[in-house]
């Protein structure tokens, strides 16, 4: 019988290096449109979905009219990377360890389907990969807990047999609010005291150095099997 037990992943900035990109294509669009939000806030919104950044970084009593514009010139900014996008050190090695210690290994992202497509490729790991979640699938993205829960959904299992792992304050805040340990990892921009003040369970460098320690981390064994 399948394991009951998950690992959730995020993807951008935890798995694969396009924090940066992200937060150029969203400045340029938010420029296009006449918004100017300096790119440090615009960084440290990364890892919400469109329908929550907006809202974070122009406030939740504005005009929405250019809200669709502004998210499909970000989308068609953002796909210029694409060919470029590469996965972070150790990432696609620490989906087929956590895989092969027993987990599920899921995909929760606050990205498009379309886009987690593209991500994937890049990624290289679908053959270890069980599961995935994106914006598509909810209502709300992070930080609210809709896309953890989702991803709990696909896996079959129960928040306190799961484990995420996150790189954004968003990320932690959101696998909090699902009852949900979170391990961070840095590579997204954010320090290691942010991510423990948001409620991380446990800090690393990147995937790789996650990786490395993985026998003394939360993702050691899945706390439970069926």
Do not use: N
């Amino acid at each position: 019988m399948r394991s009951t037990a998950a690992a959730l992943f995020d993807v951008d900035g935890t798995l694969l290096d396009t924090t940066y990109f992200h937060t150029l294509a969203w400045w340029e669009a938010l420029r296009q449109y006449q918004r100017t939000v300096p790119a440090s806030r615009v960084h440290r919104s990364v890892g919400m979905g469109a329908d929550q950044l907006l809202d974070h970084l122009l406030g939740t009593d504005r005009d929405r009219d250019d809200d669709p514009a502004i998210t499909g010139a970000h989308d068609a900014l953002y796909a210029r990377f694409w060919p470029v996008i590469q996965p972070l050190p150790g990432a696609p090695e620490l989906l087929r360890a956590c895989a092969d210690r027993g987990w599920q290994v899921v995909l929760a992202s606050s990205a498009s389907g379309r886009e987690l497509t593209v991500l994937r490729g890049a990624l290289g790991a679908d053959d270890v990969i069980t599961a995935v979640t994106t914006a598509d699938d909810v209502d709300t993205t992070k930080p609210a807990p809709d896309l953890v829960r989702a991803a709990i959904d696909r896996a079959g299992g129960e928040a306190e047999h799961v484990v995420f792992v996150g790189d954004t304050v968003w990320d932690v805040i959101a696998a909090e609010r699902a009852h949900v340990p979170c391990v961070a990892v840095e590579s997204g921009g954010f320090a290691a005291q942010e991510l423990l003040g948001a409620g991380a369970a446990e800090i690393h460098r990147d995937t790789a150095a996650l990786l490395e320690s993985l026998d003394g981390s939360l993702l050691s064994r899945p706390r439970a099997e069926a």
